[in-house]
């Protein structure tokens, strides 16, 4: 990067800034009081992501039979409105006013209301009362959280019985406002068996979408699964739309969930983020949204009573924090390296865009940086974006193995037509640099030969014209 002049940063967007972006971030687990979100807002509305992903807590709002204190979910989904922010909500979990083994359960995970009449009946009233409550605020609703893991279906995964479940919730919202947008699915395990069979009970005439979650270190797995998913969710419904739900990576080696025996790092997580959510961008989701703001329990597990039993502590945030003998995410909320990059693309890609085939043409040749060949266009994964203002941006990575390897090489490009001021945007910090005349070769009629420049192993930018601003 030393051959290349440093210009500026790109210039940070809060969620109030725009009205669309495909990225979002996850604001889970206050149904069991986890964080501080009064802490937070601030800071995640900064990112500039659009999507907010929370969670109900029927067991915090029903304590008592029939009566719905939402005064604490209100609080939630006011500030983060009122940033900006687009939230929307994951129904869950059990409620042990009405079950006996949710009550034995931390925050009643994993034990969906369907082994009795009054456990069914008591869901469709609540899940109602949610959709009425929050009509206006709340337009996307999801239908529980990773049915197909044991942990979240404890008496058993069953396919079925979720499609059942997911259909009469699907009506149940449907039938309070015609308007909404239901999710269905929400899997984490990567087949098409679990998600065929749900789909056998009819659910998806009611859905709008099927959301999944992705956890990986390889973010080349991800187009292959979302063409999977979205070619057999057409065949039930053709408007089913594909949502990312959850993905991401931690920033310590000691983590408890996903990826935890990871050897990670706050860097290979800020590259991972980056990877990730270009792939499920380029892949064609709806959204994506990254788990999670904080760092935070699991508590997927826990036993209702034993603070022991959940003092799982996953690094996943993009904000750092400590935690006290309960388990409660304290400090400052510091952001990490992945914070400031989730927060550049953010800004890069908020609004809209389209992605678009670029006049761009690899032509590598002996790099005398690196003492070996540029990187032949084979060995990169790249993608063109198109703004509604005639500017472009061409994505382009090395998807090596970040678990092992710190990656830098070069590559050189022919670009033909789109050679306006172009820019080189680091999205890992967000710092932007103009290209040297003596990197570029240059003909009469606008076609420009771009000599070593370079590529690593998280997403760089090359823009043309105004795609971003400068702070």
Request: proline share 4%.
């Amino acid at each position: 990067m030393e051959r290349l002049k440093k210009i500026g940063q790109i210039k940070p967007k809060s969620a109030r800034d725009i009205k669309e972006s495909k990225l979002g971030i996850g604001f889970e687990k206050l149904d069991r009081d986890v964080f501080d979100p009064h802490k937070a807002y601030d800071k995640v509305a900064a990112l500039g992501v659009k999507w907010i992903r929370i969670q109900s807590g029927w067991a915090k709002t029903e304590k008592e039979k029939g009566i719905y204190d939402f005064a604490w979910l209100d609080d939630i989904v006011d500030n983060l409105i009122s940033r900006g922010l687009k939230p929307w909500m994951c129904l869950c979990y059990g409620n042990g006013i009405y079950d006996a083994d949710a009550a034995k359960v931390f925050g009643a995970v994993g034990c969906p209301p369907i082994k009795t009449p009054e456990q069914v009946k008591a869901w469709d009233a609540y899940v109602r009362a949610v959709a009425k409550h929050f009509k206006g605020r709340i337009g996307y609703y999801e239908v529980w959280n990773e049915p197909d893991g044991i942990w979240c279906w404890k008496h058993g995964v069953n396919a079925t019985e979720l499609g059942n479940f997911t259909l009469a919730t699907a009506k149940a919202l449907k039938e309070t406002d015609a308007s909404l947008y239901v999710i269905g699915c929400a899997v984490c395990i990567r087949n098409l068996k679990y998600m065929n069979e749900a789909l056998k009970t009819g659910m998806g005439e009611y859905l709008d979408a099927i959301s999944f979650h992705e956890y990986t270190p390889d973010e080349r797995q991800v187009a292959e699964r979302v063409r999977a998913m979205r070619s057999l969710a057409h065949l039930y419904n053709p408007r089913l739309e594909i949502i990312q739900g959850e993905s991401g990576s931690q920033s310590r080696s000691d983590g408890n969930g996903a990826l935890k025996t990871g050897a990670w790092t706050p860097r290979k997580q800020a590259k991972q983020l980056l990877r990730h959510a270009f792939a499920d961008i380029i892949s064609g989701v709806k959204f994506t949204s990254y788990f999670s703001c904080m760092d935070m329990i699991e508590a997927l597990n826990g036993v209702a009573g034993d603070k022991g039993s959940y003092q799982d502590y996953g690094y996943f945030g993009v904000l750092a924090a400590d935690f006290d003998e309960n388990g409660f995410a304290t400090g400052e909320y510091k952001p990490k390296p992945s914070y400031y990059a989730l927060q550049a693309m953010a800004s890069a890609f908020s609004g809209t865009y389209e992605q678009a085939e670029l006049p761009i043409l690899h032509a590598p040749a002996y790099s005398n940086r690196y003492f070996t060949m540029d990187l032949k266009a084979c060995m990169i994964t790249d993608a063109g974006f198109k703004k509604p203002n005639g500017t472009y941006a061409y994505v382009y990575w090395n998807p090596s193995d970040l678990m092992t390897t710190e990656f830098e090489a070069t590559v050189s490009m022919e670009v033909a037509a789109l050679t306006e001021n172009m820019k080189l945007v680091d999205l890992y910090d967000g710092a932007v640099y103009t290209i040297p005349e003596s990197m570029i070769t240059k003909d009469a009629f606008g076609c420009v030969k771009i000599n070593a420049l370079p590529i690593k192993d998280y997403p760089m930018m090359l823009t043309f014209g105004d795609f971003i601003e400068l702070a």
